[in-house]
């Protein structure tokens, strides 16, 4: 055992993946699970390699807990088996402490997040009143259908559905337009960014506000937001130094011939 984790860990430091990502380092070409680490490239993991991060002992948590809106939040966790999609990042965190502020006005407004992966953010904006849709891919949708409803009370089953919806599809079954786009640490495969900004303006009026949340881990990063801010006015609302994540608000440039 012991000799396997010292063969993985050399193995993890000259592909620049994490060791606890060999399940993805296994099957990184056809496990879309991984997608993340789809790439040939050593440095751009999602996760790289440190002896010291302990960001992988939190992702092996089976479950975080977490206070917001009083009340306790109970989210499970499957990095082994499920992946980027199963764990709670932190830029999910500090924009539920970012809407917890007050400073986005969600209730009674129509709220779509994307990415939702656990679900945090949805399940947050819902408790502080809004009218959401958790989105994420088809396959990530049975754990995040259960990480909701285990964490919103029974007379909140009419405020919220947990929905698929994959950048990469068809749009068409999304017919309307949001109050609010919320999405925590979405930017990060850069095949998928002209579809997650088609998908972001598709549901998306001149009065949307979008909140993106994110660590810029990679120059391609900062490019989805160049691309973003094309054809909306970005702007900086928040910046948490400690857990490097900055939050940006956008609304669509009033020039902008897209919907
Ligand atoms: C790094 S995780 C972030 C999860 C969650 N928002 C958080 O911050 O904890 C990225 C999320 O984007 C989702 N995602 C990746 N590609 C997608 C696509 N093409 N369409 C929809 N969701 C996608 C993944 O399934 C995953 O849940």
């Not at 994959?166 to 109050?179: H, V």
Request: glycine share 4%; charged share 25%; hydrophobic share 40%.
């Amino acid at each position: 055992m012991f000799l396997i984790q010292i063969v993985n860990i050399i193995f993890c430091i000259t592909c620049g993946y994490s060791e606890n990502h060999h399940h993805c380092v296994q099957t990184k070409s056809t496990d879309e699970s991984c997608d993340a680490l789809k790439t040939t490239e050593p440095s751009m993991a999602l996760v790289p390699y440190n002896p010291n991060n302990d960001v992988l002992a939190v992702f092996n948590k089976p479950e975080r807990v977490f206070r917001f809106v009083e009340k306790e939040l109970k989210i499970p966790q499957d990095w082994n088996n499920l992946g980027v999609a199963a764990v709670v990042w932190d830029a999910a965190i500090v924009l539920c402490e970012y809407l917890e502020t007050g400073n986005v006005v969600l209730e009674h407004k129509k709220v779509i997040e994307l990415g939702a992966g656990s679900g945090l953010v949805g399940i947050v904006a819902t408790l502080l009143g809004a009218q959401t849709i958790i989105t994420d891919q088809e396959k990530a949708l049975p754990y995040l259908t259960k990480a909701v409803r285990n964490n919103l009370p029974d007379n909140f089953k009419d405020k919220y559905k947990v929905q698929a919806l994959d950048w990469r599809g068809d749009l068409e079954t999304y017919t309307e337009t949001f109050d609010v786009i919320l999405g925590a640490d979405i930017i990060y495969i850069e095949d998928t960014f002209p579809d997650l900004l088609r998908t972001i303006i598709h549901l998306s009026n001149k009065d949307t506000l979008v909140y993106i949340s994110c660590r810029i881990r990679y120059t391609r990063d900062s490019n989805f937001l160049k691309m973003l801010s094309e054809i909306f006015d970005l702007k900086k609302v928040h910046v948490d130094r400690q857990r490097d994540i900055t939050i940006y608000k956008g609304k669509k440039k009033i020039h902008s011939t897209q919907k």
